[in-house]
């Protein structure tokens, strides 16, 4: 019992930190791009991702003996394009302003390789349960670094947050950073930061190896 | 990984399905589908419908300043009539006509026009709504309902508010006329923003090219009052 606890544990917490979608495996660049000119588009984009990556994940990890193996990839498609369908629904009838603000992304979602990748290296090889944490795991550390590039970008770019006006008048935004070169310049400098605490670690470990020997 | 060992060994054994078994199964989840999206469709489409029908609805009202309720005139033969809303009509109604809304204060004296106008911009078509005064013949509120321009840059064209004050008496004849950011001297003359020409003159042309479309009809309306 212990175990299979500490596996749902660790499958979930593998998306938040170790598998991090967006700065280890570094999937789903289009939407890290794109919308993370604001927090509050991060935020939405992170959680339509999640509630699409959740659901899939459900279905294609239930069906998983029915789906003919040929189809799989088809099949997954067709479940993850009807969910992201719903949620464009969704938010055009209550979240207007951020329907409008997101745009042609939320229907790109459907081509995030992030929920393909889950459908078809874990839900479809594992029980629901596991399903489910590993979604959430994996949609809460891309929503978490969503929020990493849009919270920066934001702040420089117009010296808001959440649309929170933070310094003065005298403030001269940095407009670059919410332009499209502004997503590449964060990306580029948290994915120097992850792969130079990353190869710290590695380093520190190799060393005690050999002091050890 | 770890998830690689997780393969489990009936969908390495399973034997090729037959090509009836695979078009039944995409056929089902195909059909699966649709259902869960027309549900969902039929669900939203009222709320859908209403947010837009109020985001007009308070473009109106900000476009010219004091309107308290408004009619919606469509063009014909180059002469505005009035449009009577039928419900049991509404879904046949034609997208393409040209429609206008005259607003009136709590007197139920006129006070303008919100006429809808689209023009390209720099990204996409910018489609706005602008109050218009027949009988001082200015501009008096603006408003873009969708654009996609560049943030930072293009984007003032909603959310300068130095841009914005160009709108507030707008002479429009002869015609609206772009100026570089601070030049502004004469009524007709709008101030560009730096940085966002295309944009700019993106609104410039709109104004002019719908103006041009509803001015012979607004006139004729209001000499025959």
């Known amino acids: 019992m212990n175990t299979i606890d500490n596996r749902g544990t660790q499958e979930f917490m593998k998306g938040i930190w170790k598998e991090n979608p967006i700065f280890v495996s570094v999937l789903g660049m289009c939407p890290a791009l794109a919308v993370t000119n604001t927090a509050m588009n991060s935020l939405a984009m992170g959680l339509a991702t999640t509630f699409v990556l959740l659901c899939s994940s459900i279905l294609v990890s239930s069906l998983r003996k029915m789906i003919p193996k040929p189809v799989r990839i ?5 479940i993850i394009a009807t969910f992201v369908t719903v949620v464009d629904f969704l938010l055009a009838a209550y979240t207007p302003t951020i329907h409008k603000e997101l745009g042609a992304f939320i229907a790109l979602i459907v081509v995030n390789c992030l929920i393909l990748g889950r459908q078809e290296s874990f839900a479809s090889k594992n029980t629901v349960g596991l399903a489910i944490k590993d979604a959430l795991g994996m949609s809460l550390g891309f929503t978490f670094a969503m929020l990493c590039i849009g919270i920066p970008r934001e702040i420089l770019g117009s010296g808001s947050l959440f649309d929170f006006a933070l310094f003065g008048e005298n403030f001269e935004p940095w407009v670059v950073m919410i332009l499209p070169p502004g997503g590449f310049f964060m990306l580029g400098f948290l994915l120097l930061i992850f792969n130079w605490y990353a190869e710290r670690k590695k380093r520190r470990a190799n060393e005690l190896i050999v002091e050890n020997e | 990984m770890s ?21 039944a199964a995409l056929g089902i ?3 699966l589908s649709g259902i869960i999206l027309v549900g ?45 809303e039928d419900e049991s009509k509404k879904r046949e109604d034609n997208n393409d006509e040209l429609l206008i809304y005259a607003g009136y204060d709590n007197n139920k004296e006129l006070i303008g026009f919100a006429i809808p106008g689209s023009e390209p911009g720099f990204q996409d078509i910018i489609v706005t709504i602008f109050g218009y005064d027949p009988n001082a013949k200015v501009i008096i509120g603006f408003e873009v309902l969708e654009s996609k321009e560049t943030p930072g840059l293009g984007d003032k064209i909603f959310k300068d508010a130095d841009f914005q004050t160009n709108f507030k008496e707008l002479v429009v004849d002869p015609e609206i006329i772009l100026v570089k950011n601070g030049k502004k001297e004469n009524a007709y003359e709008v101030d560009g923003i730096s940085g966002a020409t295309i944009s700019s003159k993106a609104v410039v042309g709109l104004l002019n090219n719908t103006m041009t479309v509803w001015r012979m009809a607004i006139d004729d309306y209001m000499s025959d009052k």
Do not use: H, R, W
């Open chain 1, 74 to 78: 088809t099949a997954y498609i067709i």
């Open chain 2, 29 to 31: 989840a195909g059909l």
């Open chain 2, 3 to 23: 998830e690689d060992q997780n393969i489990t060994p009936e969908i390495a054994e399973e034997k090729e399905p037959s090509s009836l078994k695979l078009i």
């Open chain 2, 40 to 84: 969902t469709y039929i669900y939203t489409l009222p709320m859908i419908e209403k947010n837009k029908a109020e985001a007009m609805k308070s473009a109106i009202f900000k476009v010219l300043p004091g309107c308290d309720s408004y009619e919606t005139f469509k063009l014909e033969n180059e002469k505005l009539i009035q449009k009577v």
